[in-house]
């Protein structure tokens, strides 16, 4: 699903989701598709899932998100976990 389809379905929610698809363009992680693990109550409890989930796989890409976010504007950390310029 796109990021406005998700906004459509899940108003005013907190949400974990998975990249499906996305890239990197330049310092921003770009996400075509993602897909709803679940829906919170508030950020922390989206938050220990993240943890729980990542610690089990640490190669997907997961992140917790308000639908009242418009776009998505997720930067990039290089391997020292710094942001990424652009």
């Given at each position: 699903?796109?990021?406005?389809?998700?906004?459509?379905?899940?108003?005013?929610?907190?949400?974990?989701?998975?990249?499906?698809?996305?890239?990197?363009?330049?310092?921003?992680?770009?996400?075509?598709?993602?897909?709803?693990?679940?829906?919170?109550?508030?950020?922390?409890?989206?938050?220990?899932?993240?943890?729980?989930?990542?610690?089990?796989?640490?190669?997907?890409?997961?992140?917790?998100?308000?639908?009242?976010?418009?776009?998505?504007?997720?930067?990039?950390?290089?391997?020292?976990?710094?942001?990424v310029a652009s």
């Amino acid at each position: 699903m796109s990021w406005d389809e998700i906004r459509t379905d899940y108003v005013d929610r907190w949400l974990l989701v998975e990249a499906i698809e996305a890239h990197t363009d330049g310092a921003q992680r770009v996400i075509s598709n993602l897909t709803v693990i679940g829906e919170y109550a508030d950020y922390y409890e989206g938050w220990d899932e993240f943890k729980r989930l990542h610690t089990a796989d640490k190669w997907r890409e997961y992140y917790v998100l308000h639908t009242a976010v418009p776009r998505l504007k997720i930067g990039v950390l290089d391997a020292f976990r710094r942001v990424v310029a652009s």
